[in-house]
């Protein structure tokens, strides 16, 4: 057990020497000031890391590390203390066991948040150490959930869901009604909630009796709750009120679009509305903002793809298709490259439906149909601004194609995205579109096909002995060959994944690309030619993923055999 009468931090600092007496008194002077904790005042200064703090503590007093990303907290733990108690000492209940409850701390020599805790739960309290990063983390997980299950409670208590849109009041007054109920409390916990478990899209789905709330995450949609249908008339419109679109109207599809911020970071939210026979189901697109610009490192290219992509982008005029299904991340291509060509002395502008990021320096055009601000009516206004430099969204039809190729051939460098399976074939499509082949090939300077795989989770990774299927599925023939999987673990929710990455299949245009192009080659001797000038396909891309444990057999199969 933890005993109260152990030495303080600095001493125990200055025992090891870690620190000097100068040092400490500078730290403690401070702290006279400011009344900050000493170890984050030592940090703050230099004189120590976090990771030397954990380590004194855990070394010379004997308190246990725990690393909370690989610990499976105990909810009736977490419940027994209330989350204003947790951020304000920097501590998570991860244990609760025969009147004894586990306390991840990042200060465990706090004692008056030890007789805090006890005199609250009415347990012995236990500390483990941990680092106030990991522990801020787990708060955000943990609590956020119970914290959105607590707003719909309290919603149904107040029976706020008797809201209704009514005839015989004012817009405004029903407005300010809806503004001042708990859906409020609902909706931004739901969506703290998404962000923080790193969901890409929330679904909020009426049923007959209940609605279904889930979130999408790594590409895969869970159930993450089960409100009862009489809260859904406020939820849809509180919705409607913060994305700007009608309150009234229930019969018609409605979009929106909502700015928020959670945890200091900026995220921007698509909404879009469906009318369905039990109600109006909503999703909910969560774009982190700064996800969106990633260096070429970041994209995940292979050495020889980085350097491809670079020479592509220092073209001063052409055009580079970025291709794939949607969801494949081709908008985070596309705008880690303007951000790595962004510069003073040259004109970037873009047209897109919608624009997703705003960079600084780049001029955002966003197509809007209804008033005739099309992708084919914008590129014509922006060849008269003298661009150096255009990004195109989609190229979605034949206008807007050949506006494309003509804007590559008279001196701009193009960026774009075309829906196909693979490199090869985006060139072809642009054939496909009515573009005479001596234009494309004339244009055309690169493409890359992109897909996102889903990342083992270190977590919970084992490694196991591949089957003959598998082997075969690899093109390989070793008698053992070792693969990996995830076990499925709280940190993964169960699924063995945790994160996704970009594979890639790039073509740098070489003349004897051009020439075939131009003689009307086919799909399959392009890409045989490709392969033969140093393109790696999707599929052995991933073949390498799954080999070096990055990915598993499974999602080889999804990616590369739906190309078939």
């Known amino acids: 057990m933890f005993n109260k009468t152990r030495k303080r931090l600095g001493d125990l600092l200055l025992e090891v020497e870690m620190i000097t007496p100068n040092q400490l ?44 990303e690989k610990y499976n907290i105990d909810k009736s733990a977490y419940l027994a203390i209330p989350e204003s108690i947790a951020r304000r000492y920097g501590l998570i209940p991860i244990k609760k066991e025969n009147g004894t409850l586990t306390v991840a701390m990042s200060d465990p020599l706090n004692v008056f948040a030890i007789d805090d805790l006890n005199i609250y ?17 787990a ?11 607590k707003a719909v409670e309290e919603f149904k208590k107040e029976q706020v869901s008797t809201i209704k849109i009514n005839s015989d009041t004012t817009e405004e007054q029903n407005i300010e009604e809806i503004n001042n109920a708990p859906a409020v409390k609902v909706i931004n916990s739901i969506i703290e909630q998404a962000v923080r478990n790193r969901a890409s899209d929330i679904h909020i789905e009426p049923f007959e009796e209940y609605i279904k709330i889930r979130f999408r995450t790594d590409g895969q949609l869970c159930e993450i709750m089960r409100p009862e249908i009489d809260i859904m008339p406020a939820i849809s419109a509180r919705i409607k ?8 109207e229930k019969r018609l599809p409605q979009d929106g679009r909502i700015s928020i911020e959670v945890d200091g970071r900026e995220y921007d939210l698509r909404v879009s509305i469906l009318p369905t026979i039990f109600g109006e189901k909503i999703v909910i697109r969560i774009a982190d903002k700064k996800a969106f610009v990633l260096s070429r490192s970041q994209l995940g290219f292979n050495e020889y793809e980085e350097k491809q992509f670079h020479k592509m982008l220092l073209n001063p005029h052409g055009i580079i298709l970025v291709t794939g299904p949607t969801g494949s991340g081709k908008t985070t291509t ?22 997703e990021c705003v960079i600084e320096g780049v001029n955002h055009v966003q197509v809007n149909t209804k008033t005739g ?37 008279t001196g701009h460098l193009v960026l774009s995205t075309l829906h196909t399976n ?10 496909d579109m009515g573009i ?60 063995g994944y945790r994160g996704r990455h970009g594979v890639y299949e790039l073509i740098s245009i070489t003349k004897k690309h051009k020439e075939m192009i131009s003689n009307r080659c086919s799909e399959v001797e392009l890409r045989n030619y490709s392969i033969q000038n140093g393109m790696v396909t999707l599929r052995d891309n991933l073949v390498k993923k799954v080999l070096a444990g990055d990915t598993t057999i499974d999602e080889l199969v999804r990616i590369a055999y739906s190309n078939d």
């Open 25 to 68: 008194e500078s730290a403690i002077e401070v702290q006279k000031k400011t009344s900050e904790k000493l170890g984050s005042i030592l940090t703050k200064l230099g004189y120590v890391t976090e990771d030397d703090i954990i380590q004194v503590l855990e070394f010379q007093l004997g308190i246990p590390h725990v690393k909370l």
């Open 121 to 137: 739960s009415g347990m012995v309290i236990q500390p483990v150490i941990a680092s106030f990063d990991d522990i801020s983390k």
């Open 139 to 149: 708060i955000d997980k943990y609590y956020s959930a119970q914290k959105a299950m």
């Open 241 to 248: 009120i913060i994305g700007g679109m009608n309150i009234a």
């Open 334 to 355: 596309l705008y880690s490259a303007i951000s790595e060509i962004n510069s003073p002395d040259i004109n970037i502008i873009t047209v897109e439906d919608p624009v």
């Open 373 to 409: 601000m099309t992708f084919a009516t914008g590129l014509r206004s922006i060849l008269r601004q003298d661009p150096d430099v255009i990004m195109i969204g989609e190229i979605r039809d034949r206008e807007t194609a050949e506006i494309a190729v003509r804007a590559a051939i």
């Open 422 to 431: 693979d490199a090869p074939s985006s060139v072809l499509r642009l054939i």
């Open 436 to 495: 005479e082949p001596y234009m494309v090939s004339s244009s055309i300077v690169g493409v890359i096909a992109q897909r996102l795989y889903k990342k083992i989770c270190n977590n919970c990774k084992i490694e196991y002995t591949a089957n003959d299927d598998e082997k075969r599925i690899l093109g390989i023939t070793d008698k053992e060959t070792v693969l990996y999987k995830g076990r499925g673990c709280p940190m993964c929710n169960r699924t």
